[in-house]
């Protein structure tokens, strides 16, 4: 193992085990509220991968916070995100889950139209209606990003600094901040897509990605590729870590077989390694030489939350048609078997066992800094 | 088109965008259950068809304002309601929607019996029980009026005037107190009912049904046969208007062919004219000159709507066996683009983009007379 | 008809009809979240059969006030009951409805391990953790008592004598403190066991099974059998009463032909006769001379109950092979006749018409004393 920087820099608990979140922060509707508002409706949320929407009128909608967003290429290929709601009386512009407008966007109730930028441009009568401003009815609109090949939508008044926030996650995480641009995250291409609806509360899916003490107990394969998972510390425990392959593994494939050829801009640092990454409160990236793992995280009650996972290859490999399987099922386990876990944990959350939370070992307390985000987060 | 009045005698509000109701009032459980107890508990509410109940012991199950409520026609020929539960400890005493009891009304848990009248008739050793004043314990009795071929109840303690409020409705929208009658919808007979079940708030239906802002969008057929409706103003706009049939237009069908004779009391005023008439809270007619289209809202749930629709032609043409599918078809066909709309909107009104509501423009406006008339309902 | 003291030494209440709980009690979460504190979790609770646990490993979990009870005997051969929550991040550590585990029960999330006595064995590097004292991390115990081959789980923190609750109950009913030992229910098998999902407030199974005035009208089988229940006065309304069979029956069972042996602790005052003991809050019992019907009421929700319902017979009967369905079908004809006329008015429960509660004849007054039993639980 390279030499590394512990994280946390801060002298070690008094106690070994210190307290996780209380089990109603993860059951109580009123605090799923209170995260809707005040975490997700106020940061930056990876809400769509931007080649999803190839051409000028694509769209995709999103619900991000309890709205319903609707993000679109304009005419100028610029993506613009509106909520998805008709200024006169409410209608549902799109309803599929994407697809593609156009020239504008109709009402398909009473036909008002809006420009692809989401300024208002006819509606039947309009010009006979008297003292109707149409600047005040356009489309809502709602900051984006596009960084990583994701478009990140903030539904803030005032959104965060993305640098502050969303890169400097990354940075933190990786010890500088160019050194993601080494994957070239966006010019690799969608290999494949898997969509998990999973009955637990999004903060138990954060909790479980930060933390490996479960590796050993719930995750064969991977440990298999990665031993030093065995030992219970997650990649994210030290600053610019990635866990190292196993001398015996060719890939970072489900039965360590070969993958594909390294990405163009990894180096003998980054390869034969991998490295995760959390950004709150929504996406989670893992990197390995010849891929990506893209996780979208949209959390839909208190206890049931969606996550959207993309695996990314070069366009070459993605155009030549061969078999991503191998390197696709390793983190498609990984994945239901974490969520399996999730789900075994909620029904848990409104025991008394667990009204004041349970306990995070040593290998865990970086979980306690989520836990800290969270509380000041709502608070606020 | 006709000279007619404007319905509307005040003055052009200053803007000509004015608000609907708060996002809020489609979506809050708090909201539906004050509208249930001083909207549909406290008002005449349009429950049945009374030639569904045709002999003595026929009853008719309905839920009203959160009750269950009992119709059922008694020895005497007369129509009574009651809440559908027991007495001694609250079985329901019909469960089926429809049907026929015997002589009395038997409660299958513990046989207290009730005349048809409602009045306590016998229970197992009631007569053995001391101080038992039988009078105290029949079925709590429901107000009931008959008129238009249909029941109406009120849970209230005591109704508002029937005249004052359901009967008003109706000679105000059509200019007159009598003209109703010319079509005698009491003496119609049912040629086909469908039941829709609507995911959405019963106010969007109110609000769809009240204005034709929408008819050139999504109701093409409607259009055809109504050119005026492409223009945006619903024939409830004005008072005794009533829209006329294109000149190719031989029939109210979907295709605008011929339907059956015109019904013996339409006049030259009313031939070849439709007309539709909103009765608060939740019963909407429709006329033609050669049937009548009856809807009856039953709302359950602050998002969820029942809507009985009946198709009334004169008992000799349904007796014919003639094929009523082309006069059908037409409105089926504009319930199914209504529902779908107000189904489309339903999920927009948690959005903040409608937290204050959306706006109506001056086709619209009389649904500001709806919106103020809800407002007032539920603060008294 | 033997002579019986009347059980309610009160004088008779000045009128035939006393009412029963408000129909809120039935409905309101809120009501049933205090029932789930304060009755359920507070007192002993009927969870399971102890013979369905035979080995050093069995487990079984159930539903107890709402929280996950695990019952798993020890390598002692003795019974314990834990929450079912690991001590760490809270995952339900067995997720069967039962079923065997080895020597020790293993969270399958981070694999900390508990002893069958609940005390902390093993985690993961646990060793190396400092200032974890592993007392503290246990599995939280739940008091447990067997009696009557039932395991009887208590979530209080310092349970209620088990004397006074519950041996009370079935020894007041009988009239004696030791009559129920000459049923040997402990030694008794399972012939036959089916449970029921009943969509209604365990309240109304409660009051159901306390009163025969129903059973003239809804249990035909039985009072062929029991000719007294015709009268409408239950087995419980007399201390130390049973209902005697029918001079032409021969057994306790569906057509009244002949059941099995009669146990051998029966003597000439029990046999043909049936009893039936009501243990609060969840718990039945009925006596007859060749077999004992025991059911376990689990309340999920405010109108949602799961009933399981065993058939005990003598191990000789159940090893023969011999066809019980005679004896069985009789009262799994009355466990559906009476949840069918519970789940009948469960709806009514909110109906204005009950918002003051139904009434109670003089042949059900004693389910007033359940009715201040629950009031005065629920108020404590």
């Not at 064969?220 to 998972?229: A, I, K, N, Q, S």
């Not at 990894?266 to 959390?278: L, Q």
């Not at 891929?291 to 155009?319: G, K, N, S």
């Amino acid at each position: 193992m390279s030499s590394v920087e512990v994280r946390d820099q801060q002298p070690e608990p008094a106690s070994s085990l210190i307290p996780t979140l209380p089990g109603s922060h993860y059951t109580d509707p009123t605090v799923f509220s209170l995260e809707q508002s005040r975490i997700f409706r106020r940061n930056w949320f990876a809400a769509a991968r931007g080649a999803d929407l190839p051409t000028p009128g694509s769209f995709r909608n999103v619900e991000v916070g309890g709205e319903a967003v609707l993000i679109v290429r304009g005419r100028d290929g610029r993506l613009r995100a509106f909520l998805n709601v008709c200024r006169h009386r409410g209608a549902r512009l799109c309803v599929a889950e994407s697809g593609t407008v156009g020239r504008s966007i109709q009402c398909p109730y009473h036909a008002w139209t809006y420009h692809l930028d989401g300024s208002l441009f006819a509606a039947p009568n309009l010009n006979s209606m008297k003292d109707v401003n149409r600047d005040e009815y356009g489309l809502i609109k709602v900051a984006l990003r596009e960084w990583l090949g994701t478009v990140w939508v903030s539904l803030a008044d005032e959104p965060p600094s993305f640098a502050d926030t969303v890169q400097a996650a990354v940075s933190t995480r990786l010890g500088g901040s160019d050194v993601i641009d080494r994957w070239g995250i966006g010019e690799l291409a969608l290999g494949k897509r898997i969509t998990y609806d999973v009955r637990a509360n999004w903060k138990l899916i954060v909790e479980n990605f930060m933390e490996c003490y479960h590796c050993a107990t719930i995750h064969p394969e991977l440990t298999d590729v990665l031993p030093e998972f065995a030992d219970g510390y997650a990649a994210q425990y030290y600053v610019g870590h990635g866990a190292e392959f196993g001398a015996e593994v060719a890939g970072f494939t489900v039965d360590g077989s070969a993958g594909f050829t390294t990405l163009a801009g990894i180096g003998e640092n980054h390869d034969r390694r991998y490295y995760a990454i959390t950004i709150n409160p929504q996406a989670f990236i893992n990197l390995v030489p010849d891929h990506v793992i893209f996780h979208r995280m949209y959390p839909l009650a208190v206890d049931r939350t969606i996550v959207e996972c993309d695996w990314l290859f070069t366009q070459e490999v993605v155009d030549s048609g061969r078999d991503l399987s191998h390197s696709v099922e390793l983190f498609h386990r990984v994945n239901q078997q974490d969520f399996d876990a999730c789900e075994r944990c909620q029904p848990s959350m409104s025991s008394r066992a667990y009204a004041g939370g349970g306990v995070l070992v040593p290998s865990e307390h970086h979980i306690g800094e989520f836990r800290d985000w969270v509380v000041a987060a709502i608070s606020g």
